[in-house]
């Protein structure tokens, strides 16, 4: 399965980004798919999922209400629309499936200037 994340940059602590990772995975494996962090020299962390198909979506308590997470199963995209940054949301931004835990693609570095 190819993943391939985009989106992030340099913005200011208040800023939005939306990052997107298209994905050559079957639809019916995009519902079990998420976001991870990796802020520098920590472990990463999943810190937003969809809930399956018809479920909830997770989100970790740092980023919820200032998160979204989303797809377009035509594109075969998830999306995550990440609001209010944070110095602390800096990171290198990946996507996967958290059940499946595919081979990592390329992140997508994410900078929050203060």
């Known amino acids: 399965v190819q993943l391939q994340a985009s989106g992030g940059g340099l913005v200011q602590a208040g800023g939005s980004l939306r990052l997107s990772c298209k994905t050559s995975a079957i639809m019916s494996s995009i519902w079990n798919m998420g976001w991870y962090r990796q802020a520098p020299g920590d472990q990463r962390e999943l810190v937003a999922h969809f809930g399956g198909r018809g479920g909830t979506s997770f989100y970790a308590d740092s980023v919820k209400g200032r998160f979204t997470i989303s797809r377009d199963n035509a594109k075969r995209t998830i999306y995550l629309q990440m609001n209010s940054l944070k110095a602390e949301d800096t990171g290198i931004y990946y996507c996967?499936?958290?059940?499946?835990?595919?081979?990592w693609g390329q992140g997508t570095l994410v900078t929050v200037s203060s």
């Open positions: 996967n499936n958290y059940i499946a835990n595919w081979r």
